[in-house]
């Protein structure tokens, strides 16, 4: 039985199960999706929960337990799909007037297949079609989605999963920085670290108690030319914070965020030397 398209039924799925479409794994890979009933020659599909799904011979379609059928199921082998997209997920675009080309590609693609690509949303193909790797141009902020459907020799046509891909204008952010600039304890300069500079950038704070404040020496060279990419702030109690910016496109509201969190151990009112930055870091 095949999900992702037409059903079909057929007493020996060995040939589909080997012609590199699917990978052999076990049965606590969450990605297995098809079963091989190797001493019972019979095939089935995972369902929620433990049931499986599978037609029994000439009558019809049963979802059921995977000892709970005709068929021998002391010998279970489990099959997952062996090819996914890979590539950016996340595009920056210097603006909607200039796109931006990146390239995506499809592993393990069986001997003797080919691939037809198709994207929806922000994205358009502009080579490989046919091949594992294409060529796509991103020109709109927004989502979209690389499709792929792959025609075995065999016969069988595999719809990959398809890659969901951001591209926008918004000031695309990937870090946080923390550094003390000749201040006092428990103050500290923030830097977002960012593909554009020109854009707005937005501060919040969470976990503690914390206030954002003007930068220390705001004429020096350090903040000279881009002072939107700077805050300060200080600390009045210990522990971990999380510390966002939001980055923003003037022209069009574009925005990209990025969080990261910080350990401070040194707060205003203490003698403690400095913090400890970043467990973990999220954007979105």
């Not at 001493?39 to 979802?63: E, M, P, Q």
């Not at 990937?174 to 201040?183: A, G, L, N, V, W």
């Amino acid at each position: 039985m095949s999900e992702g398209g037409r059903e079909v039924w057929m007493n020996d799925p060995t040939l589909y199960m080997t012609d590199g479409s699917y990978t052999l794994t076990s049965s606590t890979d969450l990605k297995a999706t098809k079963i091989f009933y190797y001493g019972g020659n019979h095939s089935a599909v995972k369902s929620y929960g433990r049931y499986f799904v599978s037609k029994w011979g000439d009558l019809c379609l049963f979802k059921h337990y995977p000892d709970d059928c005709p068929y021998n199921s002391d010998h279970l082998r489990y099959y997952k799909l062996s090819m996914e997209i890979s590539g950016d997920t996340f595009v920056p675009l210097p603006s909607l007037t200039n796109p931006e080309t990146k390239v995506y590609t499809l592993s393990n693609v069986p001997d003797g297949a080919t691939v037809s690509w198709s994207i929806s949303g922000f994205g358009r193909i502009l080579s490989g079609q046919g091949t594992n790797s294409v060529q796509v141009e991103f020109y709109g902020s927004g989502s979209s989605t690389l499709s792929a459907a792959v025609h075995c020799r065999t016969g069988l046509v595999v719809n990959v999963p398809g890659l969901i891909i951001e591209s926008t204008t918004a000031p695309y952010i990937t870090d946080i920085e923390m550094f003390k600039y000749s201040q006092n304890t428990g103050e500290f300069t923030l830097r977002a670290i960012t593909t554009n500079n020109s854009g707005t950038f937005n501060w919040s704070v969470s976990g503690g108690r914390a206030e954002f404040c003007d930068l220390p020496y705001p004429d020096d060279a350090i903040f000279m030319f881009y002072p939107n990419i700077f805050t300060a702030i200080s600390f009045y109690t210990t522990g971990t914070y999380t510390i966002t910016v939001t980055g923003v496109n003037p022209s069009n509201m574009d925005t990209y965020t990025f969080s990261k969190d910080f350990v401070i151990t040194e707060v205003k009112g203490s003698t403690r030397s400095k913090s400890k930055a970043e467990k973990t870091q999220k954007n979105k």
